[in-house]
């Protein structure tokens, strides 16, 4: 039997050019194509209810299992590696788009070389694929860091943290009040009804912007 899984990090994210691609691949090669089973949710968790019934339930020794794209799978080197050696343990093949090597039939006569060579190379593309995987997830989350940081000291919060009371701009005039020693902060906290965490929140984002 063979069965396709695709994956999107997001609800936003369309699942077609997955889902069509494993469509193609199996109608321009005559396989029977079964099922594909889809998720919307990040790779970094297996926690995925389409692929836990097909890895689970219906997946059997003998079957082909499609993917359009190693990191549909995980965006984890290790997680990757333990998936596709939980495959191999159970006998079913693991097709990936992606990695055309992965795809390929080899007659019947061909040899054991012949089968150990192409199972070797298949193993060092998918480790290199698979570290590619992560350095890229790596590099985003790293980005997204910065980015949240960045709003952060720039007083956008509205995205990543707890809606604004104020904007940074219209706090930083009120403050000026207790620099000048106009009045006191617990003064201003009641002047602007501001809670006391709150409050000092916004006294570290000014600080940290006019340092």
């Not at 809606?163 to 009040?177: C, G, I, L, P």
């Amino acid at each position: 039997m063979f069965y396709g899984y695709h994956r999107v990090s997001t609800k936003e994210q369309n699942l077609d050019r997955g889902v069509d691609g494993i469509k193609s691949f199996c109608e321009k090669h005559n396989y029977p194509l079964q099922k594909i089973f889809v998720d919307k949710i990040s790779g970094k968790t297996f926690d995925r209810p389409r692929y836990t019934v097909l890895k689970e339930d219906v997946l059997r020794e003998g079957d082909t299992l499609v993917i359009y794209e190693l990191d549909r799978l995980a965006r984890n080197k290790k997680a990757i590696c333990d998936e596709l050696r939980y495959y191999e343990e159970h006998g079913i093949r693991v097709m990936i788009l992606d990695i055309p090597t992965t795809t390929i039939e080899l007659p019947e006569e061909a040899d054991k070389m012949n089968k150990l060579i192409t199972e070797t190379i298949n193993k060092v593309i998918i480790e290199i694929y698979a570290m590619q995987a992560e350095t890229e997830m790596q590099r985003r989350e790293k980005r997204q860091r910065e980015g949240i940081e960045e709003k952060r000291l720039h007083g956008n919060w509205e995205e990543y943290g707890r809606k604004r009371v104020m904007s940074a701009k219209d706090f930083a005039k009120h403050y000026q009040k207790v620099i000048k020693g106009e009045l006191g902060s617990l003064e201003l906290m009641r002047e602007l009804k501001m809670k006391k965490a709150t409050y000092y929140r916004y006294v570290n984002e000014y600080k940290a912007n006019h340092q």
